[in-house]
């Protein structure tokens, strides 16, 4: 059966590129970079930074999608998390507390919401609840942003006025949540190869009051760790390209399933990337993260720099608390954490936190707690609602 217009454009803009279509073929190549700049509009218009946002409302159709919470990542950045919850409270929705276990989030529906029992600064709102229209969202006090995706940069817990690199940055999620743990004190070196993904970020840490980054177009394997630019990089975050199999959202399924040859090609480009990433002179704290399901993307990656780097990094046992471990690949791979649908209410995800051994290592073994309380506001923070004058008087006093 012929090919139809509307399969041949997310062909050209979501999937491989076109394999098939005739006459329809020629007509869409002509106008791809027409398609592109629609595409991107549409995404600045929706106020999302990746492709796979646009496809929220598809998520109760593929397995597990539909129980997967929506989660929101308070940036502490512009606003914190008691005004937040006012906030809410105000649009007519019901605060239950902070959860005691993943089976509060489970039961969650209607207008009710929850702190998250694992992360601080990350609410939890029933499936499918959708936030791009709000007031929170569009001004940048809110990132809508799944759980499991919060591991990273809160596993790296860099100290404020330190330098960072994310290595992987777009869509740029990951990039703000370091920006907001840093408290915007320090530097982050942001690296991707996509152009159009690179200038949509931009406009999202702008909008989330993020300063103190630098991005650029670029392949981080060209990255020379000896630069005296990076000569202070102390932490690293890597979210390499993966298959993606993780993604609950992901549209088409069969994505989920890539080849023996495919996940070899992805395990042999991410073990080159960790690996180069190791090599920075400074880096005392590294965390390796995919949204994949498949081993030899996650543990046999680790396993095999590990091995490869000798004794100069250590896996740490991050976050005991995290339910789900890494997969007995090898001795010590349960220090690694695991996510998914079914487990922890999240999309499908591994994270590996590493470590340099021997001196200098002592300084960064403090890995973060889970959230015990709300942060209150400190002075200097901009409330959900509208912003008051005296916090602004204060910011003033030095």
């Known amino acids: 059966s012929p090919t139809s217009p509307q399969v041949l454009v997310y062909d050209l803009l979501f999937g491989k590129g076109l394999k098939c279509g005739g006459r329809w073929k020629v007509l869409a190549r002509r106008h791809r970079a027409r398609l592109e700049a629609e595409l991107a509009r549409l995404k600045v218009q929706q106020k999302v930074s990746c492709n796979e946002d646009l496809l929220t409302p598809l998520q109760a159709a593929s397995p597990g999608g539909s129980q997967v919470p929506r989660y929101v990542r308070i940036n502490t950045l512009k606003t914190c998390v008691d005004d937040v919850i006012d906030f809410f409270k105000r649009q007519g929705y019901s605060y239950l507390g902070k959860a005691a276990s993943v089976e509060e989030l489970r039961a969650l529906s209607g207008k009710k919401f929850l702190l998250d029992l694992h992360l601080p600064e990350l609410l939890v709102f029933p499936p499918q609840t959708d936030f791009h229209d709000n007031l929170l969202y569009t001004s ?80 981080f394997l060209t990255v020379d760790p000896r630069d ?25 399924r069969e994505e989920a399933a890539p080849s023996a040859e495919r996940l070899q090609a992805l395990a042999g480009f991410q073990r080159k990337v960790l690996s180069h990433a190791l090599s920075f002179p400074a880096l005392r704290r590294l965390v390796y993260s995919t949204c994949s399901l498949h081993r030899e993307e996650n543990e046999d990656v680790v396993h095999a720099v590990l091995q490869e780097r000798g004794s100069a990094f250590r896996l740490v046992n991050a976050f005991p608390s995290w339910p789900c471990r890494g997969l007995a690949a090898f001795p010590g791979a349960e220090s690694c954490l695991r996510a998914s649908p079914a487990d922890t209410l999240t999309h499908g995800f591994f994270v590996a936190v590493l470590e340099r051994c021997g001196e200098g290592a002592a300084a960064s073994s403090s890995l973060p707690a889970a959230a015990e309380e709300n942060p209150q506001c400190g002075e200097g923070t901009e409330p959900a609602a509208a912003p008051k004058k005296r916090k602004r008087k204060k910011q003033r006093v030095k």
């Open 140 to 219: 940048g006090h809110i990132i809508l942003q799944d759980k499991a995706s919060c591991l990273p940069a809160f596993l790296l817990s860099p100290a404020a006025g330190s330098h960072v690199i994310d290595a992987c940055a777009a869509p740029g999620n990951k990039t703000s949540h370091l920006a907001a743990i840093l408290k915007n004190k320090g530097q982050i070196f942001a690296f991707d190869v996509d152009t159009k993904r690179l200038a949509t970020m931009n406009t999202m840490l702008m909008r989330a009051g993020v300063t103190g980054f630098q991005l650029a177009q670029q392949d």
């Open 228 to 252: 005296p630019k990076y000569s202070k990089v102390t932490y690293i975050l890597l979210d390499p390209s993966c298959s993606g199999s993780g993604m609950v959202n992901r549209v088409p």
